[in-house]
């Protein structure tokens, strides 16, 4: 069967029996509980289609793998391009792709920055970002912030909240977390002189989009280096021109010693991460290259996704487009906010990287709903439900900001009864 036919063929009641049965029984029911019955179909831009017809704005965008939009034209064409050349290559060797690539991301990224290696997934080039930071310094500690999200592999999901690793009993003595925004227990951890690393996601995406105080950031980048720590930037969901800089943690002047990127690297069509590092950072390239290796990481197929990204995000146009709608969807929202006072109680912000505070504790649930049924896909923080969080795409027009304020008023507007009697 042609994937046409599987879609034109399935209904969708089929798709939540058979996901029950054969995938994830508990995150299909999960989802339908919460009264999200979505089974995406057709998909452009940024809008998707419920395969029963129901059209969705995406401002979730998958955290933002599809900052460019949905089956962007111009990554699709330069796919389709490289099979007419190459596969996913071959991963002892090098290639004009990855060589390409590996050149473009370093010019693009901070000051010191000298190599890329590349992964297929986040957590993957997390777990990377460690090992390096470990080969570098000798040391095991690795010091992250509590409610953080990392990913869901080895060491990835060591660093992060509990709520991922503790069903695995993936908890490991070395992975210490502190409060984020608090500096002195960041010291307190760091003093002792025996951290390999501190990791940290700029904007904590899955905890809600806290942002980080002034002079956070520079504190810890500070302590980083007066202990000897590496500093590791996980900018998987606050990367590539999000924030109105290629990398957010530019935007609190921070330079670090790693950076690690995903999702939207790949422009959301084929696969592909990277962890880009500086001089120390790389050094166990200098005694054994083939100590890491990731079949599918950096697959030339990948490598002329990525490339055709960052051709994207580089335009000036982008830039500027970046810059308007973040600053027009912030009046927007304001004036909802003012409508709505009791329960619309606060916005998160850095460019397109926001977060909505609602009332309760569980306020954002409500509102993602109502959305929903408004015709808006936004998720709730899964590791703080009371913000939703909410990730407009880089290259979104004003007329779908537009329509978007339009039914985010109405839904945050029904929302309301909902939110006042939880809360």
């Known amino acids: 069967m042609t994937v046409e036919e599987i879609f034109e063929q399935t209904s969708k009641q089929e798709v939540f029996d058979k996901s029950i049965e054969y995938w994830n029984s508990g995150k299909t029911k999960e989802w339908l509980d919460l009264k999200i019955d979505l089974v995406i179909g057709k998909r452009e831009g940024y809008y998707f289609w419920d395969m029963d017809g129901k059209k969705l704005m995406d401002v979730h965008i998958n955290g933002g793998t599809y900052s460019l939009g949905h089956r962007n034209p111009e990554v699709i064409s330069a ?100 409060p984020f925004n608090d500096v002195s227990a960041m010291e307190a951890a760091l003093k002792e002189g025996d951290a390999a690393c501190v990791i940290m996601e700029t904007i904590p995406a899955t905890y809600g989009f806290p942002l980080p105080q002034e002079g956070y950031l520079p504190a810890v980048k500070k302590l980083c280096e007066t202990y000897g720590a590496l500093y590791i930037a996980d900018e998987v969901q606050t990367g590539l021109m999000r924030s109105g800089k290629m990398w957010c943690i530019e935007t609190y002047g921070v330079n670090p010693d790693i950076i690690v990127t995903s999702k939207g690297f790949s422009g959301g069509i084929y696969p592909i991460s990277a962890v880009i590092l500086n001089e120390r950072a790389s050094w166990w390239m200098t005694q054994d290259g083939s100590a890491h290796m990731a079949t599918f990481g950096g697959s030339e197929l990948g490598c002329a996704c990525a490339l055709k990204v960052f051709e994207i995000i580089q335009r000036e146009e982008t830039k500027k487009n970046v810059a308007f709608i973040s600053d027009y969807l912030r009046k927007g929202l304001e004036e909802i906010r003012k409508d709505n006072p009791d329960t619309f109680t606060g916005i998160r912000q850095n460019g397109t990287i926001m977060g909505l505070e609602f009332a309760g504790k569980e306020g954002a649930v409500y509102v993602m709903q109502h959305l929903y049924q408004n015709g808006v896909w936004a998720i709730y923080s899964q590791l703080d439900p009371h913000v939703l969080q909410f990730k407009p795409g880089i290259l979104c027009t004003k007329e779908y900001c537009d329509e978007l304020l339009e039914k985010m008023a109405k839904g945050i507007g029904e929302a309301r009864e909902d939110i006042l009697k939880e809360a």
């Open 79 to 178: 796919l389709i391009d490289a099979t007419k050349y190459v596969d996913i290559g071959n991963h002892h060797f090098p290639s004009p792709l990855k060589a390409k690539l590996a050149e473009t991301v370093v010019k693009a990224s901070t000051e010191g920055m000298k190599h890329v290696i590349y992964g297929s997934s986040g957590g993957e080039v997390v777990d990377l970002a460690i090992k390096c930071a470990r080969a570098a310094t000798g040391r095991k500690k690795v010091i992250s912030v509590e409610n953080c999200y990392h990913g869901h592999t080895g060491l990835a999901v060591a660093a992060g909240a509990d709520r991922y690793c503790h069903l695995f009993h993936a908890e490991r003595p070395e992975f210490v977390k502190v």
